[in-house]
């Protein structure tokens, strides 16, 4: 058992989408051990996507991600990094397969209805920065 860091975006908490999409992620039998909705700070965002800071869109990113409730998850599965990225489907929506979650809901490539990380590590790091040990239930 692995565990990956996921992000419900605003586009998708602003339409009510939460559960439809944790329909998804546990019909595809990974596990929500920890959950929480909240109004994520600029300072949060900025730290949280530091890696595209220096990108033309950070500046958008961070503003969308601190326009709305997101809510944070951990999810337990095997291989779950890997298994997540292929339930949320391609960055574009266009591109990505069908029956999953950016396919069923995202609005364009900015407003993809959710976050994945990208390996274990980055997963660690992620998990750690919006939950302590006590407040996942494995």
């Known amino acids: 058992m692995s565990r ?8 998708a908490t602003r339409r009510n989408l939460t559960g439809q999409i944790n329909a998804v992620i546990e019909g595809a039998g990974l596990r929500i051990v920890a959950q929480r909705r909240i109004r994520m700070t600029r300072e949060q965002a900025e730290q949280f996507y530091g890696v595209h800071k220096e990108r033309p869109f950070f500046g958008e990113l961070v503003a969308q991600m601190t326009s709305e409730p997101v809510v944070v998850q951990v999810l337990e599965g095997e291989n779950a990094v890997p298994k997540y990225r292929e339930i949320m489907g391609a960055t574009n929506p266009e591109n990505a397969a069908e029956g999953t979650i ?30 302590s040990d006590d407040q996942i239930v494995g």
Not at 4 to 11: C, M, R, W
Not at 106 to 119: I, P, T, W
């Open 4 to 11: 990956t860091f996921s992000i419900i975006k605003p586009d």
């Open 102 to 131: 950016r396919k069923l809901f995202a609005l364009n490539v900015g407003e993809n209805s959710v976050h994945g990380s990208d390996s274990d590590e980055n997963a660690a790091i992620e998990i750690a920065q919006f939950f």
